[in-house]
């Protein structure tokens, strides 16, 4: 090979190399997207501890099945939820961001779901006292709080107050044209997703929001298990052998679920405290599969707040209990899963401390 020949053939090696490590633009390298150690399995939202230490986010890695401890703040060294008086209550994916929200002053927090880096927070404040978030387009979403829910711009996290509702609120979901929120003092209140003005009020719902993929919006009122049309608002309804109760006492979301792949709802028998030791599976349109507990926690323990969840990729129910009792029996956690369509326990994952687990976020 003569010397043109080589450099040449240095030269087109150089420049593929640089085309597939980086892009460049106006002459500043752009590094590819870190690959995400987050994307097979699930997280775990803890409450925290009270007055002992913040919250913190458990990882279910589905490729080794085990579970990865305080996740968060192993990927973001420096920053957590602080102040030991907030917990960590509620949190949701949205636009490939994991929102993560804090009551009793504390954060929202806003991480990459798939890398847990922090992209962006809405400082801690003795003024907040955040309960959930639903996203509503790429630069907006709105916040519950004690006082109300706020609409806050996603990209400078500025939060104004929204009116039609007032007291302390608590989970909201997007479908169709509408937005549903839920209300201590006013039930259900539904807004119009396009102007966020109010369409309907709702007296009385305890338990909200869960869609089942007929698209029907599901939430509970005195002994009925209601579903609601998200572009017609018409309603239908089913008599549950309990009568849920509302989770406004030291808040907690709602304790309902539905399937993605058949329209089934899921639910918790459980006192407005959290706790209890019943699931219960509502079939549409099969009555009869009300007739029992779907799933009952083993002996010796209980759920503790929203502890279901549905994981999609396995189709299965997955729930956490604490063992009963005070003290350091809620230091003793179990995580389990179950056939969604079955109820046959699958596997279970021991772990101790206090953790006292909220709810789980599913990609």
Same mark, same amino acid.
């Given at each position: 090979?003569?010397?043109?020949?080589?450099?040449?053939?240095?030269?087109?090696?150089?420049?593929?190399?640089?085309?597939?490590?980086?892009?460049?633009?106006?002459?500043?390298?752009?590094?590819?997207?870190?690959?995400?150690?987050?994307?097979?399995?699930?997280?775990?939202?803890?409450?925290?501890?009270?007055?002992?230490?913040?919250?913190?986010?458990?990882?279910?890695?589905?490729?080794?099945?085990?579970?990865?401890?305080?996740?968060?703040?192993?990927?973001?060294?420096?920053?957590?939820?602080?102040?030991?008086?907030?917990?960590?209550?509620?949190?949701?994916?949205?636009?490939?961001?994991?929102?993560?929200?804090?009551?009793?002053?504390?954060?929202?927090?806003?991480?990459?779901?798939?890398?847990?880096?922090?992209?962006?927070?809405?400082?801690?404040?003795?003024?907040?006292?955040?309960?959930?978030?639903?996203?509503?387009?790429?630069?907006?979403?709105?916040?519950?709080?004690?006082?109300?829910?706020?609409?806050?711009?996603?990209?400078?996290?500025?939060?104004?107050?929204?009116?039609?509702?007032?007291?302390?609120?608590?989970?909201?979901?997007?479908?169709?044209?509408?937005?549903?929120?839920?209300?201590?003092?006013?039930?259900?209140?539904?807004?119009?997703?396009?102007?966020?003005?109010?369409?309907?009020?709702?007296?009385?719902?305890?338990?909200?929001?869960?869609?089942?993929?007929?698209?029907?919006?599901?939430?509970?009122?005195?002994?009925?298990?209601?579903?609601?049309?998200?572009?017609?608002?018409?309603?239908?309804?089913?008599?549950?052998?309990?009568?849920?109760?509302?989770?406004?006492?030291?808040?907690?979301?709602?304790?309902?679920?539905?399937?993605?792949?058949?329209?089934?709802?899921?639910?918790?028998?459980?006192?407005?405290?959290?706790?209890?030791?019943?699931?219960?599976?509502?079939?549409?349109?099969?009555?009869?599969?009300?007739?029992?507990?779907?799933?009952?926690?083993?002996?010796?323990?209980?759920?503790?707040?929203?502890?279901?969840?549905?994981?999609?990729?396995?189709?299965?129910?997955?729930?956490?209990?604490?063992?009963?009792?005070?003290?350091?029996?809620?230091?003793?956690?179990? =995580?389990?899963?179950?056939?969604?369509?079955?109820?046959?326990?699958?596997?279970? =994952?021991?772990?101790?401390?206090?953790?006292?687990?909220?709810?789980?976020?599913?990609?």
């Amino acid at each position: 090979m003569n010397n043109f020949s080589l450099k040449k053939s240095l030269l087109l090696a150089v420049l593929a190399g640089t085309l597939f490590s980086c892009k460049k633009d106006n002459n500043q390298e752009i590094q590819q997207p870190e690959q995400g150690k987050f994307e097979d399995g699930f997280f775990v939202i803890n409450e925290g501890w009270y007055g002992h230490g913040t919250g913190s986010i458990t990882f279910f890695d589905a490729v080794s099945g085990t579970l990865k401890d305080s996740v968060f703040q192993k990927e973001n060294p420096g920053k957590d939820f602080e102040p030991k008086s907030s917990t960590i209550q509620f949190a949701t994916i949205f636009n490939k961001n994991l929102y993560v929200v804090s009551k009793i002053g504390g954060p929202v927090v806003v991480a990459d779901a798939k890398t847990l880096k922090e992209i962006g927070r809405i400082p801690a404040s003795p003024q907040s006292d955040w309960r959930a978030f639903v996203g509503l387009d790429e630069n907006n979403g709105l916040l519950s709080s004690s006082k109300g829910i706020f609409k806050v711009n996603l990209k400078t996290y500025a939060a104004t107050q929204l009116a039609g509702t007032s007291g302390q609120t608590g989970d909201m979901f997007k479908a169709g044209k509408y937005v549903y929120t839920l209300s201590q003092s006013e039930g259900a209140v539904i807004y119009n997703a396009a102007d966020l003005t109010v369409v309907k009020k709702i007296k009385d719902v305890t338990l909200g929001f869960a869609q089942t993929p007929n698209n029907k919006v599901w939430y509970t009122k005195g002994k009925f298990l209601y579903n609601s049309d998200p572009l017609t608002l018409a309603t239908d309804s089913v008599e549950l052998p309990f009568t849920p109760v509302g989770t406004w006492f030291a808040w907690f979301s709602s304790p309902i679920i539905a399937s993605t792949q058949e329209n089934t709802v899921y639910l918790l028998k459980s006192p407005g405290f959290g706790g209890g030791k019943m699931l219960y599976r509502y079939i549409e349109g099969n009555k009869a599969s009300l007739d029992q507990p779907f799933i009952t926690t083993p002996d010796k323990q209980s759920f503790y707040k929203k502890n279901l969840g549905y994981y999609a990729k396995t189709n299965q129910i997955v729930t956490t209990t604490v063992q009963d009792g005070y003290g350091t029996n809620y230091g003793v956690n179990n =995580i389990y899963f179950y056939d969604a369509t079955s109820g046959n326990l699958v596997k279970k =994952i021991p772990y101790e401390g206090y953790y006292f687990p909220a709810t789980f976020v599913f990609h």
